[in-house]
């Protein structure tokens, strides 16, 4: 999801926002034809409602610095750390019985739903300072790589605001216009959030219950394989490895295919098992290598990065082993 695709960055711009004036952009007067045409939005309201809209300049200069460009010995630090870590047990022990119960509805283990929750925003604890309306109307009109995605996510959050009751103006989230506690962008949360709580209502804001169910909702809708492996060690001595790296956000080989070509994978896995070899750099000057599973790639599906699919396996399984809550069949550690 877009929501961790961008991390904010300690350097940000600071130049100062600036009014829309809607009479200079046929993009957005479009959007509020066809918002009126097919959703039945009074035209003037949203009129109103883009006149009180700033420009966020700082969006554009946030999004072109993604952590993920980092290299892993450094994206691993912003997660990786003593505080995530202890803020991560914190939150499952206070969560644990909520965190079961979308373990058994959804087959996602609590680890895993925990450590998206953390990488995302620390536990609830940093949901994001911008106007989420104000981020999505700035990259749908500045950020021509992706203004159609921007568009797109600004007409569904509109609807969402409609459907959920949600204050538009007042809606904080990131940078990138993800929201709440997981940060869901504002299609995944009308396609995947789910009313955890079952008090009526889908609050990713507010309601921690519904940010667990929802994550795990996500996931399983993306075929999370229950009780299947994430990522294992590998021994790639006797390997030409450079040939192996996988390039995609799928797995492409198998054990067998692995091991044929010299690749040793840590545990017991059938030969016909998916898997993709990954290279992470260590420091400056070396690699490590890991397999990764099919599950390693639905984790992508919520950040297209194998960065963050990496962080979010590391950090669930330091959780987990730091409680002394580890289960063999969670698949955290397969």
């Given at each position: 999801?877009l929501?961790?695709?961008?991390?904010?960055?300690?350097?940000?711009?600071?130049?100062?926002?600036?009014?829309?004036?809607?009479?200079?952009?046929?993009k957005i007067?479009?959007?509020?034809?066809?918002?009126?045409?097919?959703?039945?939005?009074?035209a003037?309201?949203?009129?109103?409602?883009?006149?009180?809209?700033?420009l966020?300049?700082?969006?554009?200069?946030?999004?072109?610095?993604?952590?993920?460009?980092?290299?892993?010995?450094?994206?691993?630090?912003?997660?990786?750390?003593e505080?995530?870590?202890?803020?991560?047990?914190?939150?499952?022990?206070?969560?644990?019985?909520?965190?079961?119960?979308?373990e058994?509805?959804?087959?996602?283990?609590?680890?895993?739903?925990?450590?998206?929750?953390?990488?995302?925003?620390?536990?609830?604890?940093?949901?994001g300072?911008?106007?989420?309306?104000?981020?999505?109307?700035?990259?749908?009109?500045?950020?021509?790589?992706?203004?159609?995605f921007f568009?797109?996510e600004?007409?569904?959050?509109?609807?969402?605001?409609?459907?959920e009751?949600?204050?538009?103006?007042?809606?904080?989230?990131?940078?990138?216009?993800?929201?709440?506690i997981?940060?869901?962008?504002?299609?995944?949360?009308?396609?995947?959030?789910v009313?955890?709580?079952?008090?009526?209502?889908?609050?990713?804001?507010?309601?921690?219950?519904?940010?667990?169910?929802?994550?795990?909702?996500?996931?399983h809708?993306?075929?999370?394989?229950?009780?299947?492996?994430?990522?294992?060690?590998?021994?790639?001595?006797?390997?030409?490895?450079?040939?192996?790296?996988?390039?995609?956000l799928s797995?492409?080989?198998?054990?067998?295919?692995?091991?044929?070509?010299?690749?040793?994978?840590?545990?017991?896995?059938?030969?016909?098992?998916?898997?993709?070899?990954?290279?992470?750099?260590?420091?400056?000057?070396?690699?490590?290598?890991?397999?990764?599973?099919?599950?390693?790639?639905?984790?992508?599906?919520?950040?297209?990065?194998?960065?963050?699919?990496?962080?979010?396996?590391?950090?669930g399984?330091?959780?987990?082993?730091?409680?002394?809550?580890?289960?063999?069949?969670?698949?955290?550690?397969?």
């Amino acid at each position: 999801m877009l929501s961790g695709l961008f991390i904010a960055c300690a350097w940000l711009s600071s130049t100062p926002a600036f009014a829309l004036q809607l009479a200079e952009h046929d993009k957005i007067r479009a959007l509020i034809d066809e918002m009126v045409a097919e959703h039945g939005y009074d035209a003037g309201y949203l009129q109103s409602l883009f006149a009180r809209v700033d420009l966020q300049p700082e969006v554009i200069v946030a999004i072109t610095r993604p952590a993920e460009r980092l290299p892993w010995y450094r994206y691993k630090k912003i997660f990786l750390n003593e505080a995530r870590i202890e803020n991560g047990i914190d939150f499952w022990t206070r969560y644990k019985s909520v965190l079961r119960r979308a373990e058994l509805e959804f087959g996602v283990p609590a680890a895993i739903i925990v450590a998206i929750i953390g990488v995302e925003t620390n536990y609830g604890r940093m949901p994001g300072k911008y106007s989420v309306i104000e981020s999505l109307t700035t990259l749908s009109l500045q950020y021509p790589q992706r203004s159609g995605f921007f568009t797109s996510e600004l007409k569904n959050f509109l609807l969402l605001a409609r459907d959920e009751q949600l204050p538009p103006l007042t809606v904080k989230g990131s940078y990138a216009g993800a929201i709440g506690i997981p940060q869901f962008i504002p299609s995944s949360y009308s396609a995947y959030s789910v009313d955890f709580s079952q008090n009526g209502a889908r609050d990713l804001v507010l309601e921690v219950e519904d940010a667990i169910g929802s994550v795990a909702n996500y996931l399983h809708v993306h075929n999370w394989v229950e009780n299947g492996p994430i990522a294992s060690d590998v021994d790639v001595s006797g390997a030409h490895v450079d040939e192996l790296i996988a390039t995609g956000l799928s797995t492409a080989s198998s054990v067998e295919a692995l091991t044929r070509a010299g690749v040793k994978v840590e545990g017991n896995y059938p030969g016909a098992t998916r898997v993709n070899l990954i290279r992470l750099h260590q420091d400056e000057q070396s690699y490590q290598y890991r397999a990764v599973f099919d599950n390693f790639y639905v984790i992508t599906r919520y950040n297209t990065s194998v960065l963050y699919a990496m962080a979010v396996r590391e950090l669930g399984l330091a959780i987990a082993r730091k409680m002394r809550n580890w289960r063999m069949n969670t698949g955290v550690g397969g």
